[in-house]
T-cell receptor, first 112, second 115 residues
Framework: GQQLNQSPQSMFIQEGEDVSMNCTSSSIFNTWLWYKQDPGEGPVLLIALYKAGELTSNGRLTAQFGITRKDSFLNISASIPSDVGIYFCAGLDSSNTGKLIFGQGTTLQVKP | KAGVTQTPRYLIKTRGQQVTLSCSPISGHRSVSWYQQTPGQGLQFLFEYFSETQRNKGNFPGRFSGRQFSNSRSEMNVSTLELGDSALYLC??????????????FGPGTRLTVL
């Protein structure tokens, strides 16, 4: 079945540093989404990618949809303490009927 | 617009009982998807409803079921609860204006604990 491999599993960085995480898949996805989840809450949408090669920014966040539609990365620049959380990539199943395939998540900790 | 709402936020049940969770999507959104999140398995797709019809279903046993009402609100039901059903249950809504569900917005989830 379709799977997403997300890396790294966890990161511990200093405030102000840049962060990069990525997802790869053996399957093609038409839509890639990046979410952030705080403990006990639902995932919050950060960036949505719809076109191969698309590069999209949202404040300090930048994400790109790979040309092959099999990978995506998320960069966070100048990290701040509130960036702490779990980041998930998700690909929309090819049926386009609401089935998101999620990566395992990247846990980010930021040291002030 | 108000976001996705889920009720209740927390629930404690015992094995063998059944439970019903509710989700109200963002106004105007016609698609509702449900996910189960556990530390061991991560986020896994349960099913998706669009215009009161189930369009897609994940690999969960028949004890897990759902429905969607004409106002797009959705419920999911789990019968004969097992300890392994303890999880955060999340619903997500999408506008699906052309019938294609893409960007999904999640609710805060219902934390179910089975004792």
């Amino acid at each position: 079945g379709q799977q997403l491999n997300q890396s790294p599993q966890s990161m511990f960085i200093q405030e102000g540093e840049d962060v990069s995480m990525n997802c790869t898949s053996s399957s093609i996805f038409n839509t890639w989404l990046w979410y952030k989840q705080d403990p006990g809450e639902g995932p919050v949408l950060l960036i949505a990618l719809y076109k191969a090669g698309e590069l999209t920014s949202n404040g300090r966040l930048t994400a790109q949809f790979g040309i092959t539609r099999k990978d995506s990365f998320l960069n966070i620049s100048a990290s701040i303490p509130s960036d702490v959380g779990i980041y998930f990539c998700a690909g929309l199943d090819s049926s386009n009927t609401g089935k998101l395939i999620f990566g395992q998540g990247t846990t980010l900790q930021v040291k002030p | 617009k108000a976001g996705v709402t889920q009720t209740p936020r927390y629930l404690i049940k015992t094995r063998g009982q059944q439970v019903t969770l509710s989700c109200s999507p963002i106004s105007g959104h016609r698609s509702v998807s449900w996910y189960q999140q556990t530390p061991g398995q991560g986020l896994q797709f349960l099913f998706e409803y669009f215009s009161e019809t189930q369009r897609n279903k994940g690999n969960f046993p028949g004890r897990f079921s759902g429905r969607q009402f004409s106002n797009s609100r959705s419920e999911m039901n789990v019968s004969t609860l097992e300890l392994g059903d303890s999880a955060l249950y999340l619903c997500a809504s999408s506008s699906s204006t052309s019938g294609i569900t893409d960007t999904q917005y999640f609710g805060p989830g219902t934390r179910l604990t089975v004792l």
